[in-house]
């Protein structure tokens, strides 16, 4: 009987499971010391640059052993008992959709592939996936994300029709919009009245609830004219205005906080600054508006009367290019975040003002 493979498995065991409580981790952006120097505009237009790319997040590539890489020890003992070459999937984004980042400075990012919710935590050096949407019940297409009241998280699930409820550590709460949401997909909340704005794309209106998940009111009926929707897809709520992909109608309408819309600028068209799949819209503290542009693989940058200050992308892997791009948001600190679709990454750019 071969007696040194199992004793192997009992050291590497022991050494492995030493080395998770005494290797820290923390988490940093890719790509972003070598990329300092790319900004926006480019530095050969001799304006003031007003974007700064500062990295990206893919997965479990994020995170850094704070002791550096495993130890020669640990090494061995993997080789030995065949932990090594063994095919494992690394923890990685698939397709992210949108975001959000909440107060403790989390990034959580929807993935429609992987049908989970990714949590890249700065703070305490880790990386969690939540897959779970309730007892016994995996998310299915889950898009939208935003904050909910006391440290809740909301998500819509556009395949299971209803916004899901968790708590601050992916615990499944409950959900709402069951027989009342067809597909829903954006979702933003007005902290200040306890109002949830949920996007529903096959219905062709934003749907109102309270923080209690009763329907309160349904915003827009399918059109063309203001107030009117065709496929509308993501949201962002700021300064008391609700900002809506108004999809299909290649346009982004602007709502105040009693359904009235007061803004809708885009057209169809190939000059950049069209708009033909708007999908991510959301805003920074300056009042900039930003609206991806999937079909051109663009991040446009608009001011509050829906002109055109400033275009980023074009279709590519390097910074500041994207391929089939879908949501975007903006933290507290003004970093701007793009969920890359086809890349399988979340872009970030650091806004320096000024705009």
């Not at 899901?164 to 959900?175: A, Q, T, Y």
């Not at 349904?218 to 205005?241: Q, S």
């Not at 009367?305 to 074009?314: F, K, S, T």
């Not at 910074?319 to 793009?338: E, I, S």
Request: charged residues 25%; hydrophobic residues 40%.
């Amino acid at each position: 009987m071969n007696m040194l493979r199992p004793l192997s498995i009992l050291l590497a065991a022991s050494l492995l499971g030493g080395c998770a409580n005494t290797d820290p981790k923390r988490l940093q952006l890719e790509g972003g010391e070598s990329e300092q120097a790319t900004v926006w505009p480019a530095p050969q237009t001799q304006e003031v640059p007003r974007y700064r790319y500062l990295g990206q997040l893919v997965g479990e590539q994020n995170l850094r052993s704070v002791n550096g890489d495993k130890s020669t020890a640990r090494k061995f003992f993997a080789w030995l008992v065949g932990l090594t070459g063994q095919g494992d999937q690394p923890v990685v984004l698939q397709r992210p959709q949108t975001g959000v980042v909440d107060p403790s400075g989390r990034v959580l990012v929807t993935d429609v592939s992987r049908n989970a919710v990714f949590v890249f935590d700065e703070a305490r050096g880790r990386l969690d996936v939540w897959d779970e949407a309730g007892p016994g019940r995996h998310f299915a297409a889950p898009i939208g994300i935003a904050l909910g009241r006391d440290g809740e998280v909301l998500v819509a699930d556009a395949e299971l029709a209803r916004v899901f409820r968790l708590d601050r550590e992916g615990k499944p709460l409950g959900s709402f919009g069951d027989g009342v949401l067809e597909r829903p997909t954006g979702v933003a909340r007005d902290a200040a009245r306890g109002r949830i704005f949920v996007a529903d794309t096959q219905a062709h209106d934003i749907k109102v609830f309270d923080d209690d998940g009763r329907l309160v009111a349904r915003w827009g009926r399918r059109g063309e004219g203001p107030g009117e929707l065709n496929f509308p897809t993501h949201l962002a709520f700021a300064d008391g205005a609700l900002i809506v992909c108004d999809s299909m109608n290649a346009r982004v309408q602007v709502f105040d906080g009693e359904g009235q819309p007061t803004l809708r600028f885009g057209e169809r068209g190939l000059y950049v600054g069209n708009l033909v799949r708007p999908k991510g819209v959301a805003a920074d503290d300056e009042g900039n508006l930003y609206v991806v542009e999937s079909m051109h693989d663009m991040l446009l940058v608009f001011d509050r009367q829906g002109r055109l200050l400033i275009p980023i992308g074009g279709t590519g892997k390097d910074a500041g290019r994207f391929y089939l791009p879908a949501g975007v948001w903006v933290d507290g600190r003004n970093r701007v975040f793009v969920a890359d679709m086809f890349n399988g990454r979340v872009a970030v750019f650091q806004f320096l003002g000024g705009l």
